[in-house]
């Protein structure tokens, strides 16, 4: 095995370019890929989250008092979807807001009275669909001194419509440019084989099997899958470390989430699938030029 | 070498006849040869010198007729034992056909490699030939780098490596110079002295006569002409 794995690779050497060319196109397709699965491992970690007990705020009116907090507390809590509750008055609210917006000290100084309302945090518990959390929010929504629910309403709708979009997409994305790495590789291969023609023609003239000609190929294919599957998961991660951070802090006031890289399971399968792809695209195109 | 010392014959033909089209370029020609015999294959371009080489190594299939090599029919060995049998053959072509961008040593090194040899096997082996033809002094040369009759000895130096049987020369000496092709000659000669069975397919009727002592065969138009035993 060692011998090929060399030959393979003195291949590669003399044909750096095509090889290049190759490996870059399958790592976009891989990258492409990548980023869907990236997206729907976190979009699921988040509806997840969601589902293991979202966050919701009550703002409360102006009207409330403090007496009226456990009666309001004991009405919440009797539709039953509830967690935890915490009440956050509007004093501790505007504390912690000056300390979020410390660069802006002379708006704060221009207050001459607390603007925020005091309010109830939530965590809701299990939660099957959006529409079943709507539907709750809407309950508290309805109680006296209730003024407004926040409970990422605007960001989970179009998160969940972007999702399903992105669903649909996805597959489609992926599918084509599997293809398309696929047939590059295959033409890779091609144009090695018919470079290497007279090669292979000595091979078959010394008494080589069929096998001693093709594995070289195979282990090409392999390497540029590979290769190419690496590659692509590289720039994901420079990407993904860019852009996280920003995307994250959005979410945070609603969710308990992190953004996470692709997990390990997910890196491995897409590596092995690359991998594959550059074996299937090299199988490809030999069965055609020998058959 | 291999060759059987038992006087079966080692190649036999049987009426065989390979058409191209409308052509036939082999006409019903029954054959038998010794092993250890050094066959001249002679007669004029067109005569089907080559085209009986290559049914001989199954580069394509006779259309009528039968070749027996070793007792093996060729025409009943499946595809996948083909190269086993072609291990069996060395071959030298008139344009080398050495891969240009493999070393010397890499050449010849390819026939063990392929019969799936020890890395220290083929490295001893290679080095042993290449001395033996006079080319061990260019084991790390490229093809393109060498002069026809060296190229030619790396040829005759692959063809032997795996000490076959039967060694199928193709107009070894056909675009080499008089010393050049003279040298290849007395390699192959070496060869057969050793056993090997030779067939050596040439119009080059001079060299013929003063470096082979075996049997000339003669073709013409696909036909076995005549046969005569050089002294």
């Known amino acids: ?291 | 070498m291999n060759a059987d010392t038992n006087k079966n014959p080692i190649i036999r033909l049987f009426n065989v006849s390979k058409r191209y089209g409308a052509k036939l370029a082999l006409k019903d020609i029954s054959l038998d040869i010794e092993p250890g015999e050094f066959i001249f294959v002679s007669g004029p371009s067109g005569a089907g010198k080559s085209t009986l080489l290559r049914v001989l190594y199954l580069a394509e299939k006779v259309s009528e007729g039968q070749i027996l090599i070793d007792g093996m029919n060729l025409a009943r060995i499946p595809a996948g034992r083909l190269p086993f049998l072609r291990r069996r053959f060395g071959m030298v072509f008139q344009d080398f056909k050495l891969i240009p961008n493999r070393t010397v040593f890499e050449n010849v090194a390819l026939v063990l490699e392929a019969a799936g040899e020890k890395p220290a096997f083929i490295r001893k082996k290679v080095m042993h030939v290449l001395r033996t033809t006079g080319m061990e002094k260019k084991v790390n040369a490229l093809p393109p780098t060498l002069s026809g009759g060296e190229q030619q000895r790396v040829a005759v130096a692959r063809a032997v490596v795996g000490e076959p049987a039967i060694i199928l020369a193709d107009e070894p000496t056909g675009s080499l110079d008089e010393k050049s092709a003279q040298a290849v000659m007395d390699l192959l000669m070496e060869y057969h002295k050793k056993g090997t069975t030779i067939l050596v397919a040439s119009h080059n009727l001079h060299l013929m006569e003063i470096s082979v002592r075996g049997r000339n065969i003669v073709l013409e138009e696909g036909k076995l002409k005549k046969t005569s035993t050089m002294l």
Not at chain 1, 51 to 71: T, W
Not at chain 1, 248 to 271: K, Q
């Open chain 1, 1 to 291: 095995m060692t011998r090929f794995v060399k030959k393979a690779l003195a291949d590669i050497r003399s044909n750096r370019f095509l090889n290049f060319i190759t490996i870059i196109t399958i790592s976009l397709s891989i990258l492409v890929v990548s980023v869907f699965m990236l997206f729907f491992e976190n979009a699921s970690r988040i509806i997840e989250a969601w589902n293991q007990g979202g966050r919701a705020i009550v703002y409360l009116e102006k009207e409330f008092s403090m007496d009226m907090l456990p009666d309001l507390k004991v009405k919440i809590q009797g539709l039953g979807e509830i967690d935890e509750m915490r009440f956050i008055p509007k004093a501790q609210a505007l504390e912690k807001l000056k300390k979020e917006m410390s660069s802006r000290t002379e708006f704060f100084q221009t207050l001459k009275t607390n603007p925020l309302p005091d309010a109830i945090e939530i965590r809701m518990k299990s939660h099957g669909s959006f529409e079943q959390v709507q539907a709750f929010a809407g309950k508290i929504a309805a109680l006296e001194l209730v003024e407004n629910v926040e409970y990422g309403q605007g960001w989970l709708g179009r998160f969940l419509n972007v999702f399903n979009l992105f669903k649909m997409t996805g597959y489609a994305m992926c599918s084509l440019f599997l293809l398309i790495a696929l047939f590059i590789t295959a033409n890779t291969v091609r144009l090695a084989f018919y470079s290497r023609r007279l090669e292979v023609e000595i091979m078959r003239l010394v008494g080589a099997t069929e096998g001693f000609i093709k594995t070289p190929f195979y282990v090409e294919g392999l390497f540029q899958g590979f290769f190419g599957g690496v590659l692509g998961l590289v720039i994901l991660l420079s990407g993904y470390l860019t852009i996280s951070s920003g995307i994250a802090e959005n979410l945070a006031a609603y969710v308990y989430i992190d953004i996470r890289f692709l997990s390990m399971g997910a890196i491995l399968t897409i590596i092995l699938s690359s991998t594959f792809l550059g074996w299937f695209g090299c199988y490809l195109s030999l069965k055609q030029i020998l058959k």
